[in-house]
Nanobody, 126 residues
Framework: QVQLVESGGGLVQAGGSLRLSCTVS????????MGWFRQAPGKEREFVAA????????YYADSVKGRFTISRDNAKNTVYLQMNSLKAEDTAVYYC???????????????????WGQGTQVTVSS
């Protein structure tokens, strides 16, 4: 059984930073491309960032490019999202997803992911 567990969310002031983590168990971690998504109240889940199986390629939504960094440590079965220069509009529940396929332009689609975590709340106060 595959499980994804996110952590690291919280309350931060605008301009601050947070680092989210997502640890995966149940299957070799290097067999997944990984993604981060977020969902604000009343809105659909939206793509934030994705990373290839080896970590050699990354892909970002325009809204976070230059502020957020996705990375992974395959030895620790963990993917990270470093979030800097946070804005009030970054407030959402953040979810990590695991994709058994290779990362591609489709990695921005919710439907591409095979497994999801339970989410972690990020609140940015202005």
């Amino acid at each position: 059984q595959v499980q994804l567990v996110e952590s690291g969310g919280g309350l931060v002031q605008a301009g601050g930073s947070l680092r989210l983590s997502c640890t995966v168990s149940g299957r070799p971690f290097s067999t997944y491309a990984m993604g981060w998504f977020r969902q604000a109240p009343g809105k659909e889940r939206e793509f934030v960032a994705a990373i290839s199986r080896t970590g050699g390629s990354t892909y970002y939504a325009d809204s976070v490019k230059g502020r957020f960094t996705i990375s992974r440590d395959n030895a620790k079965n963990t993917v990270y999202l470093q979030m800097n220069s946070l804005k009030a509009e970054d407030t959402a529940v953040y979810y990590c997803g695991a994709d058994l396929k290779y990362m591609s332009s489709k990695s921005r689609w919710v439907e591409e992911y095979d497994y999801w975590g339970q989410g972690t709340q990020v609140t940015v106060s202005s």
